[in-house]
């Protein structure tokens, strides 16, 4: 008789199990869509005076879970709720939990800007890997090196082969722009891809309370210039490289953000700028101003996250998706 083979009999059953927070539900329903299963069973609220409570109501003893949830607005309540949520799978017997995290919020704070700032996405990285998640699957993170705050392994994704699809529809005559010095390696990759030229904004300030000026390192003249970024907050940045632009030649500005922070004004600020049309994921839910908005045009990474989350259930290889 046949000896029973107890880990051959867990490969060909289904022990992928997918829960989120309530920061991005459209987000996960497409993802699970993609992968053809159900999200779990969970209730995520809060109780009357804000605590969180999260209550998992099926079994995830030895089953491999993907937690899904984007830290963003409101950020400190959707980091908690992740937190939360991982203790209790973990609590529950979970074999492996990997953090989805489409949008990391406080990476931006990745280093010391002043003698006695703190470093808070590293924090973030403590505190997702003390609750006791296993791995990290990011996407379009503010800063790389944020990979190596953690101790546990890190897929970072990158959303450029969705946002290029639409930009490969815009004609031939295309200027991929970096709106600052720092995201010239992201702006570059795009140019690569497109097989277009570059440009980048150099700004200065010339003397304390002086406004900012910028400097275009590159042609423009009569191209259609695409300002590539990894986020857009409040817009000033990107409707005062937009400005610059226009006044150095460009017939037409375009942006392309993975994630669409867009706090304050910042529909209002895009609303009058030069650029003609925003192109952005879904890491991030839009709110209902900007959903409002006409120029702001949304494309959902779901495919791309599905993806690397099968290949990750199944230990195949995710490095083809670092493109």
Not at 172 to 179: A, L
Not at 211 to 217: G, K, R
Request: glycine letters at 4%; aromatic letters at 4%; proline letters at 4%.
């Amino acid at each position: 008789m046949k000896k029973r083979n107890p880990v051959e009999e867990n490969k060909n059953r289904n022990w992928l199990r997918i829960f989120t927070g309530n920061s991005n539900i459209r987000l996960v329903e497409r993802i699970s869509d993609h992968l053809g299963t159900s999200i779990g069973k969970s209730v995520v609220k809060n109780f009357s005076d804000g605590e969180i409570n999260v209550e998992i109501n099926e079994s995830v003893r030895g089953m491999d879970v993907f937690v899904i949830q984007s830290i963003c607005h409101p950020v400190n309540n959707n980091l908690m709720e992740l937190l939360i949520m991982i203790d209790a799978l973990k609590r529950a017997s979970s074999e492996r939990i990997t953090a989805v995290l489409p949008y990391y919020g406080y990476a931006r704070q990745d280093r010391k800007v002043s003698p006695r700032a703190p470093i808070s996405a590293k924090l973030i990285a403590d505190l997702i890997t003390t609750a006791g998640a296993s791995r990290i699957l990011t996407v379009d993170l503010h800063a790389g090196q944020i990979q190596g705050f953690f101790n546990i392994p890190v897929d970072h994704l990158y959303a450029a082969p969705v946002l290029l699809e639409h930009l490969k529809n815009l004609r031939d005559d295309i200027v991929i722009v970096s709106p600052d010095a720092g995201g010239v390696e992201r702006a570059r990759a795009y140019a690569k891809r497109l097989n277009s030229s570059l440009a980048i904004i150099d700004k200065r300030r010339e003397a304390p309370n002086v406004s900012q000026v910028m400097n275009i390192i590159g042609d423009v003249t009569d191209k259609v210039a695409v300002l590539v970024d990894d986020l857009v907050d409040t817009g000033g940045t990107l409707a005062r490289a937009a400005y610059a632009l226009s006044e150095k030649g460009a017939s037409a500005v375009y942006a392309c953000c993975t994630h669409p922070v867009l706090s304050g004004k910042a529909v209002e600020i895009l609303m009058d700028s030069p650029i003609l049309e925003m192109i952005v994921t879904d890491t991030i839910p839009l709110r209902s101003e900007a959903k409002e908005c006409p120029k702001i045009k949304v494309f959902s990474i779901s495919a791309l996250l599905a993806d690397a989350i099968r290949r990750i259930y199944e230990d195949e290889s995710v490095s083809c998706l670092f493109v």
